[in-house]
């Protein structure tokens, strides 16, 4: 019974040798609790993600035994590729928006660990073991619920990694063969994708313990001249904070009515274009303020991938100062494009 905490993974440079391997979906992690006609989805939080994928607990009903735990990932599929925006949008807390996202954009399940099966845990049973307990169990299952595929073979897990990238997957994750299922414990290991950019520093916002830097914002100017955000960097040392309030200070800008993110202290604009400050569902009550720099400093910052081609998909790496660029060199021109893979490639083979 809920809840359980999902088993996870810790970051490594390379894949390692004689291990389990499966592609690193980009989505929603999910817990799927199964007992007869009830079905709940737990996200990673143990926070019930149910209410926002109404066809997806039809699809679980029809598909899975009648008494399980899942582990495996929500997913949405656009033009052959995962859609992580579109599964944003489904958090919403209007029943009425999410039942019309459910038509338009409908979510996938990709089960790759079975916890439980009938009155049996299977926490302390092997991952080989396991592996095939799910694949039977799932054997007559269909769209859109779909088991993930796997190997053994490390040589085909590095052609997944570089390939998988090009239908929206981000990376490779290995699990040693004896491996029981430990919640809320880093004993898998994660292979990402990792690139560097240079971006122009825009600006920043304050750490929630005072006023040193909680994270930089990260811009890149698009083919029309306009700078726009696409990310932000935040991984700094306490005593790191600080001395960058020092170092921007130059740069800082008392009134921002000549930056070229001015907008973002207009609510309105919010409803039409995603511009940081703005509150959301994920932000609650934080605190988005932000201080506005002339956009002149270029920092290298490294990321793993980009969202639909605009920004950072997760929070980007600072690495150092470029004063040897110049901010107008700063586009999106430089990012390398992964080529394209269609996901039905992957999901068909499983």
């Known amino acids: 019974m809920p809840p359980v905490k999902p088993m996870l993974a810790k970051p490594v440079a390379r894949i390692p040798p004689g291990m389990h391997y499966e592609a690193k979906w980009d989505g929603f992690r999910a817990l799927v609790f199964r007992d007869g006609a009830e079905v709940e989805l737990g996200s990673r939080t143990g926070k019930p993600l149910t209410r926002y994928f109404p066809e997806l607990v039809e699809a679980l009903k029809e598909r899975v035994p009648d008494r399980c735990v899942l582990d495996g990932e929500i997913v949405i599929a656009?033009?052959?590729?995962?859609?992580?925006?579109?599964?944003?949008?489904?958090?919403h807390p209007a029943d009425s928006r999410v039942r019309t996202l459910a038509e338009r954009t409908p979510a996938s399940f990709v089960a790759f660990d079975l916890l439980a099966l009938d009155d049996h845990s299977l926490l302390d049973v092997p991952l080989t073991d396991r592996r095939a307990l799910l694949e039977r169990a799932l054997a007559g299952a269909g769209a859109p619920v779909h088991v993930a595929p796997a190997t053994t073979d490390v040589e085909v897990a590095r052609e997944w990694f570089e390939q998988y990238e090009g239908a929206g997957l981000d990376g490779v994750v290995a699990k040693p063969l004896d491996l029981r299922y430990r919640q809320d414990e880093r004993v898998m290991f994660k292979i990402?994708?990792?690139?560097?950019?240079?971006?122009?520093?825009?600006?920043?916002?304050?750490?929630?313990?005072?006023?040193?830097?909680?994270?930089?914002?990260?811009?890149?100017?698009?083919?029309?001249?306009?700078?726009?955000?696409?990310?932000?960097?935040?991984?700094?040392?306490?005593?790191r904070r600080a001395e960058l309030v020092e170092e921007l200070e130059p740069l800082r800008m008392d009134d921002a009515s000549a930056h070229p993110w001015a907008a973002w202290s207009d609510v309105a604009a919010h409803e039409t274009a995603r511009l940081p400050g703005a509150p959301s569902r994920w932000s609650g009550k934080k605190d988005l303020s932000w201080v506005p720099l002339r956009p002149e400093r270029v920092a290298e910052v490294a990321y793993d991938h980009m969202e639909n081609g605009a920004r950072f998909r997760h929070t980007a790496r600072f690495r150092r100062w470029r004063p040897d660029r110049t901010a107008e060199s700063c586009t999106y021109a430089q990012l390398e494009e992964p080529v394209r893979y269609d996901l039905a490639e992957i999901l068909g083979g499983a």
């Open 192 to 239: 990402k994708h990792e690139r560097t950019a240079d971006v122009v520093v825009a600006g920043y916002r304050f750490h929630k313990s005072g006023p040193v830097v909680g994270s930089l914002l990260l811009g890149l100017y698009d083919d029309r001249g306009v700078l726009q955000h696409v990310g932000v960097s935040a991984a700094f040392a306490m005593k």
């Open 78 to 91: 656009r033009e052959g590729r995962l859609d992580f925006d579109a599964l944003t949008e489904r958090i």
